[in-house]
Each structure stands twice: as C-alpha cells, then as structure tokens.
C-alpha cells in the first residue's frame, strides 16, 4: 500500500481486527497508550518516498577511469510528476555524480543501453548546466536517439533518472 491505491476488503478486515487487538491491550493496561499514540503519529507524518530503483545496470568505466553503478530511478507512485529540482534533490541524496550527456555516452558505448524499458526516456543532469537536461529515447523504429529537454519542466511517469554512483 502506500501508492495510491485503495486496500482490499480482506486487507481492511484485517487492519479492524489488529486495531480492535490493539485497543483491548491498551483498555486492560498491557500496552503503553503514548506508545502507540507515537507510532501512529509516526506513520501518519511519513512521507512517501517519491521514487523507486527501476533496475541496476552495473558498472561503467569513466575515460579518466573512475567507474560508476548505473542505477534508474522511476517515480515510486503511477501519475505522479517531479520537478528537475526534485529529480537533483534525490541524486544528492544517492550522492550521485551528474555526468549529462557523457553519462548517456558511456551507457550507450559500454552496452548496456538495450537493458533499459523501451517505452520511457532516461534522462542525466550535468553539473554546471542546469538550463537543459539531457536524455536518452528511443523511436518507433528501435532506434536510440538524444535530446535536451528545459530544466523547468516537469517530468512524467515517462521519464526515467540516471544515477550514476562512483565505486570507490
């Protein structure tokens, strides 16, 4: 659960008969109330996490050496869009290293293009250029092709996140 969809009736039933459990503990004084009263707080403050790894690529090799995971990152929910803000915001948090079109350059020249979901764009922001953003299409005739796309634009379920990771 969690993303957007509404449970079942067998998963609510379920949920009624803990919570019913749950509060006979409380009333006959074998649970702490503040307790639950915290996790409940807890789980209604969390946030959602905003986007899922779509698939693992493995490693590429940089020209000066360095080698990179390649990871893709797709929004965690179906509908949802993200600003390029959002998008840069998250790979800070892989602490991921914006390699642009060069990322896009070393995944299609080592192979591992072919691995990715035909249906979706795969874009790679660039440190320093945040004016135009990168990313990686493919045609109806299976051909691979790049384009820019402006950085104040939102990003579907279409669009796909390159992370790329230094392996130290």
Known sequence: MGNGTKPDKEVLGHLFELWAKVSKLIVEGKRDP???????????MEKPEKFKLVTDLGIVMHPDARRFRVEVWGHARLNQVSTSSERLCFLE????????????????????????????????????????????????????????????????????LFCFVEVK
């Open 34 to 44: 503040q307790k639950i009263i915290d996790f409940l707080q807890a789980v209604i």
């Open 93 to 160: 948090t892989r602490d991921a290293t914006l390699l642009g079109q060069l990322g896009l350059d070393l995944v299609n020249e080592q192979g591992l293009r072919e691995q990715l979901p035909r249906r979706f764009c795969h874009s790679s922001f660039e440190a320093g250029n945040l004016s135009r953003v990168p990313y990686l299409f493919m045609f109806s005739d299976d051909d691979w092709g790049c384009r820019l796309r402006d950085f104040e634009l939102d990003l579907d379920d279409d669009y796909r």
